[in-house]
């Protein structure tokens, strides 16, 4: 199946309004005669971007010029991830670039995390070379076929954590995958699974600005040729013929997510949510639910943290499923960034505005959006609940013991907060 006819078919993630035209569009002239494909065919197989994302908007926002001016964002955000593929990518002589982040706000990144990906050939023989850092988590999904080529989910092959390799008192690392072991061979080794076409590294930080972020590059042990040399016409004109496709798959994957969380009935309730078969980590699980609020309303979250767990966070979502600034917003929290209570109770207030109170997750303007959790490495996975209050009664919910936060010191924290996701490494 193409590419193209694997988008016709999505189900349930989007991108497939207007996909079979973009298919007709791409057999009757991929290319000109001499094999470019020119600007004006880049320009002409976007332009039907826009029409398929007001239609991916739930109806009930389509009136909402605020809303439907931010699918542009989400649109340029699409553009954007797979111009970095159409630009650098060479399967022969991969790198990792930027798959999700605070500018790529594409498939609801999570705020603690940092995902790079680098496309690879199926069989090759591939070095993972750096320093390890001082992050919460590193693990290196193994992918097959690519969502943003296929436009179709699918679970990853295999996950590889850094901290089970031979880490040095430096911080570096040294590891080869091949789909065996290199003959003579004793060092670090992870088995390439015979599908995979597409690494994934997340790296997750808690503590941001505090923890030292891992950097690390790749090479091709089994490449024809060392160097690179330049890209051939067929290589070029096929990355940029990628870019709409990918593109769309990007924008139109969520777009009306929120809106199917109301469908169930989950305002203002959480229900568990699995990822797995969207790459998701085998050992992580999730809870999420929408929300809606009026301006003097909060939402109080409460669950007991379980006694061992890896990582935990709670993170918003705007109505389009982009994350919320997390950057110049307390949109998110974290193991590191929370209060828990004396009670071993986490409890949060979701609202517009502050509540005075250090567990604060800020909606930053938007009234409605999604509400996600998740706990790594935990053999307890909680859902918490959910109260709706009354703003001005908030502190009436709360332990007598809860950390109270003044203007000055949110505003400050704010800066600070801003200050530290700015030093983490997103290229």
Request: proline share 5%.
């Amino acid at each position: 199946m193409t590419a193209i006819a694997a988008l016709a078919t999505m189900q349930g993630s989007g991108a497939t309004q207007g996909a079979a035209w973009i298919g007709r569009r791409q057999v009757e002239s991929d290319m000109s005669d001499n094999g470019v494909f020119e600007w004006e065919d880049l320009l002409d197989q976007l332009r039907p971007l826009g029409q398929q994302m007001r239609d991916r908007i739930p109806e009930r926002l389509r009136t909402d010029p605020h809303v439907m001016q931010e699918s542009m964002r989400l649109l340029l955000s699409g553009v954007l991830r797979t111009a970095n593929d159409a630009i650098m990518h060479d399967r022969s002589h991969p790198i990792f670039v930027p798959e999700l982040n605070i500018c790529q706000n594409i498939f609801q990144p999570n705020a603690d995390t940092v995902y790079k990906a680098s496309l690879i050939e199926r069989g090759g023989t591939y070095r993972i070379r750096g320093d390890r850092g001082t992050t919460r988590m590193m693990i290196l999904a193994q992918l097959g076929p690519d969502t943003l080529r296929t436009g179709k989910h699918h679970p990853a092959q295999d996950a590889n954590d850094f901290d089970d390799l031979r880490i040095a008192p430096d911080g570096s690392f040294d590891v080869i995958l091949s789909p065996q072991r290199p003959a003579g061979y004793d060092g670090d080794w992870w088995e390439l699974k015979p599908e995979t076409e597409k690494l994934m590294v997340r790296i997750v930080a808690c503590d941001w600005g505090r923890e030292r972020e891992p950097r690390f590059g790749i090479v091709r042990l089994d490449a024809e040729h060392a160097a690179k040399g330049r890209p051939t016409l067929a290589q070029l004109a096929h990355r940029f013929s990628e870019i709409p496709m990918t593109a769309a798959v990007c924008a139109m994957a969520f777009p009306d997510k929120v809106q199917k969380l109301r469908d169930e009935g989950l305002i203002n309730t959480l229900k568990v949510a699995d990822f797995s078969q969207m790459t998701g980590l085998a050992r992580q699980s999730y809870y999420e639910g929408a929300y809606e609020l009026a301006e003097d309303e909060a939402l109080i979250t409460e669950v007991r943290i379980p006694k061992e767990v890896g990582y935990w966070s709670l993170i918003l979502t705007n109505e389009l499923y982009e994350t919320t600034d997390w950057y110049h917003n307390q949109s998110s929290l974290n193991a590191a960034q929370a209060v828990v209570d004396a009670d071993g109770v986490f409890r949060a207030v979701i609202s517009g505005r502050d509540p005075g109170v250090h567990n604060w997750l800020d909606t930053s303007g938007y009234s409605s959006g999604a509400v996600q959790g998740r706990w790594f490495n935990t053999d307890e996975r909680p859902t918490p609940s959910m109260k709706k209050v009354k703003l001005s009664e908030v502190r009436q919910y709360l332990p007598a013991g809860s950390v109270l936060v003044a203007p000055q010191e949110r505003a400050e924290a704010i800066r600070e907060r801003a200050l530290r996701a700015h030093t983490r490494i997103i290229w």
